[in-house]
């Protein structure tokens, strides 16, 4: 019998369960990168058993094969490494490693050995114990946001400064589109009575599958009010009837190359279930272990994790949104990975005057691409807050928002264009694209004249 994705899901959520339960002590996290999937019992014929419908749907309209790298990890190499007395907590099988949880790193030394590992790297170490691990208790909630005269209610402006809303007069307001927002949490969405109408269509947490994602921290919820929200004359989104799945890999409490691991895994996870369009306000550069700490020399778009996985999304035919990154007016200043990216949209933030905000980060990569790609309203956008009312909120996590929900529009608008196609067609709408630099990128896309663009070369 064949095993459908539903089914496999459910089995991975008891396992992942079972796991962090198992793993709860351990104090510390490794990444083995694997050398081959020579012993998978799948097949790139038989896709249907790892992919959903929705998932081959997407990739047959855009004429992209399955392959290796879609294989699941080979579920030998698996049960042999953690036959070594570790735990796993995810897999990730585009970039083909395991990531582990054990106390003893001698354990890990023997996993080293086995002729099917080529690399080991420490991912995390447990923080300080006295520090908070637990989530915070859920907010008290109002539940009174102010009504206003205009349709949007205050998130009018960052729409209308890329003509989104003429998507919108035109019907696409992102129905049929699924997108993810990979982030921290999503305290109070279930609770807040503006944000009912969003199509939610499942939250996973791979940080943590016992916690609430509902509980964690709000900062996904920020993000997600940007795009989502459809309650008229309080707050418009810029793809208010799209629908989204809500996955958590960021982990508060602590900065380490694990919470790569976890987003690896997630975007994987929405690739299986047929997301259209990732939107991921979360990047890094600097963590607990100094060692770790990117340099300019990394932001080549395939040295972190995550850049080297939000880089394949295309080729899996989701058009990936992040963060440029908050660091402009900071020491570091550049774009934080997976910003660097190739093929990925990186948008910074603008106010609503057009100007840049001052801790927008910046370009180029180090192999010399344009970063950020776009810019969006990130400097006082509106959003919703943990209380239930409006409220404004700065960081390129909320200009990448915005700009996601308006790409989701323009490929619910333009069907035949392939992720990568989507993407160019959004950075040649930028009222930069003449003279592109590595501050406002390809500048403030015009997503009608984008639209206007494609009609014309489709005919």
Request: glycine share 6%; with cysteine; net charge negative.
């Amino acid at each position: 019998m064949k095993r459908t994705l539903s089914r496999l899901c459910a089995v991975a959520v008891c396992l992942s369960t079972a796991v962090f339960v198992a793993a709860q002590s351990d104090t510390l996290k490794y990444r083995i990168s694997l050398t081959d999937k020579a012993q998978t019992t799948y097949s790139p014929d038989r896709p249907e058993e790892f992919l959903s419908r929705k998932a081959l749907e997407r990739r047959a309209r855009q004429h992209l094969p399955v392959d290796s790298t879609d294989l699941p990890v080979c579920q030998t190499y698996v049960d042999l490494i953690r036959a070594e007395g570790v735990n796993v907590v995810v897999t990730g099988k585009w970039d083909n490693f395991v990531t582990v949880s054990c106390d003893d790193s001698t354990l890990v030394d023997r996993i080293a050995g086995l002729p099917f590992v080529r690399q080991v790297e420490k991912v995390w170490t447990a923080p300080d114990p006295s520090k908070p691990s637990v989530a915070t208790e859920r907010d008290s909630l109002i539940n009174a946001p102010a009504v206003s005269d205009s349709l949007y209610g205050p998130a009018i402006t960052q729409i209308e400064i890329s003509r989104g809303e003429k998507l919108h007069e035109a019907g696409f307001r992102g129905e049929g589109m699924t997108i993810a927002v990979i982030d921290a949490g999503f305290h109070n969405v279930d609770k807040i009575d503006a944000m009912r109408n969003i199509r939610v269509l499942g939250t996973r947490d791979f940080v943590n599958p016992d916690s609430d994602i509902y509980s964690e921290n709000s900062h996904g919820m920020a993000v997600l009010s940007c795009i989502g929200m459809n309650k008229p004359y309080v707050m418009i989104g810029t793809a208010p009837e799209a629908s989204f799945w809500l996955l958590r890999s960021e982990d508060e409490y602590s900065e380490h190359l694990v919470e790569q691991d976890y987003w690896a895994a997630a975007i994987e996870f929405a690739d299986s279930v047929g997301v259209d369009v990732v939107n991921t306000s979360l990047g890094y550069y600097s963590f607990d272990d100094k060692s770790k700490d990117y340099t300019y020399r990394d932001l080549d778009g395939h040295f972190a994790l995550m850049s080297r996985q939000a880089s394949k999304a295309a080729d899996k035919g989701m058009v990936v949104v992040c963060s440029a990154g908050n660091a402009g007016a900071g020491s570091w200043k550049k774009t934080t990975p997976p910003g660097d990216a190739e093929h990925v949209l990186t948008v910074g933030a603008i106010d609503k005057k057009k100007m840049l905000a001052p801790f927008s980060s910046i370009g180029n990569t180090a192999d010399n691409r344009i970063k950020p790609d776009v810019v969006a309203v990130g400097l006082r956008a509106d959003v919703i807050g943990t209380d239930g009312n409006l409220r404004q909120a700065n960081g390129t996590s909320f200009s990448a928002p915005v700009m996601c929900g308006m790409v989701t529009c323009l490929w619910q608008a333009c069907p035949w264009l392939t992720a990568k196609e989507v993407i160019g067609l959004v950075r040649r709408s930028g009222d930069r694209a003449d003279y592109p630099d590595n501050i406002y990128g390809y500048g403030i896309p015009d997503m009608w004249k984008a639209y206007q663009t494609a009609i014309e070369e489709k005919q």
